[in-house]
């Protein structure tokens, strides 16, 4: 059986130094080739044989990352570019973002996070490419819808549908298919007060778009533009539109429906964060009530069970009693009979109490078995 070709990393550095360590490190695990210079990387990246990822050197001479970057990714956009740089600025962060980066490393880099990142950026290419012809079905199909059904009846189908949802990931998905239906690509943040929900069109935002939704929530702005990546704030939802139309009479109309969308968004974040806590609070209420219940049919089972033994031994002390007063009194046969029959009486209306009393504890043994059960689901 052959073996697994191993995936091409390109490594872009004008320092010898800095290239001859990458080298070492991802020679034995991937097919590494170098290059000196953003000239060199693009044509390298333009040949019949493309990297799949690159680690992309921000700061050269002539040509500087960046422009290599945008070179390379309007001939072939399924390259995935890792930044390298010794700055992680916001501002940084940014403009390799918008030139087509995927990650960034800063220097001076670990072994093991580098690994990581070049792992992950197999992962993400890999995963865009099963998605590349399902992207491409989906976004015919939701221009279709769009031209048919109007730019309105989007906001209106998300409003409908949302009446359906139940949990806040399923929220996060209806969003993203919203946007799709606008031709849009995006991503999306929902911060819950335990684990927040990243979601993008392709599945699993990339770092570098993690890391700026966790930058740009901090800065309290409503919209937040850098070229075509747009952000929308608002509570706690931010989202990324990847694309935004900047040159077309759409852009305004987008952005009013887009933030449109946000804010039923997070009407409906509230109100199934209210019905959770209000659940959680009934809940907790519920089992203090089983308790209670328990403890108080426990209480009346134990008294019921005190009261039979203290009747019985009622019973028989009467009926030893009884016999050594007929003895005393020499009473006549017929005389003897009638005390005899009162007494008998006596005896099966009590052993009549006694059985109602035992179907009682039965009862009662019953309903303390389900409460039992109920309180500990």
């Known amino acids: 059986m052959p073996d697994t070709p191993k995936e091409k990393i390109l490594i872009v550095d004008d320092s010898s130094e800095d290239l001859r360590i990458a080298l070492e490190f ?87 996070v580098l690994s990581h990142k070049i792992q992950h950026a197999l992962k993400i290419h890999n995963e865009r490419t099963h998605l590349h012809e399902a992207k491409d079905k989906a976004n015919e199909i939701a221009m279709t819808a769009l031209c048919s059904s109007g730019e309105l009846s989007v906001v209106l189908n998300f409003l409908r549908e949302s009446v359906a949802i139940d949990n806040l990931q ?20 929902i911060r819950c007060h335990q684990n927040d929900i990243n979601l993008s069109d392709s599945g699993e935002v990339s770092p570098v778009e993690l890391e700026l939704l966790n930058r740009i929530k901090e800065t309290y702005e409503r919209f937040f533009q850098f070229g075509k990546r ?69 209480f009346f089972r134990t008294a019921n069970k005190e009261q039979k033994e203290k009747s019985v031994e009622i019973m028989d002390n009467m009926k030893r009693e009884f016999e050594g007063v007929m003895s005393e009194l020499h009473l006549t046969e017929n005389q003897e009979n009638k005390i005899l029959n009162i007494y008998n009486q006596a005896i099966d209306d009590f052993l009549s109490v006694f059985e109602d009393s035992l179907k009682t504890d039965a009862q009662l043994k019953r309903i303390l078995v389900k409460l039992a059960q109920l309180k500990n689901k």
């Open 26 to 112: 991802l020679k034995e695990d991937y097919a590494v080739t170098a290059a000196t210079s953003g000239e060199m990387a693009v044509k390298m990246a333009t040949a019949d044989e493309p990297p799949t990822v690159i680690l992309m050197d921000v700061n050269m001479p002539q040509m500087s990352g960046y422009e290599a970057c945008e070179q390379i990714k309007k001939h072939n956009d399924d390259i995935s570019i890792i930044f390298v740089s010794g700055n992680e600025s916001t501002e940084e962060i940014l403009q390799g973002y918008s030139a087509g980066g995927m990650d960034y490393v800063v220097k001076p880099f670990s072994p093991a």
């Open 170 to 189: 399923s929220l996060a998905h209806g969003l993203i298919d919203a946007t799709k239906e606008y031709g849009l690509e995006s991503s999306i943040q």
């Open 230 to 298: 747009l952000f929308i704030n608002y509570k706690d939802i931010t989202l990324l539109i990847k694309n935004m139309p900047t040159d077309d009479t759409r852009e305004g109309r987008l952005k009013d429906y887009l933030m449109t969308l946000i804010e039923c968004a997070s009407l409906k974040k509230e109100r199934l964060e209210s019905i959770k806590r209000n659940t959680e609070n009934v809940s907790k209420e519920l089992i203090e009530l089983v308790k209670d219940t328990e403890l108080t049919l426990q």
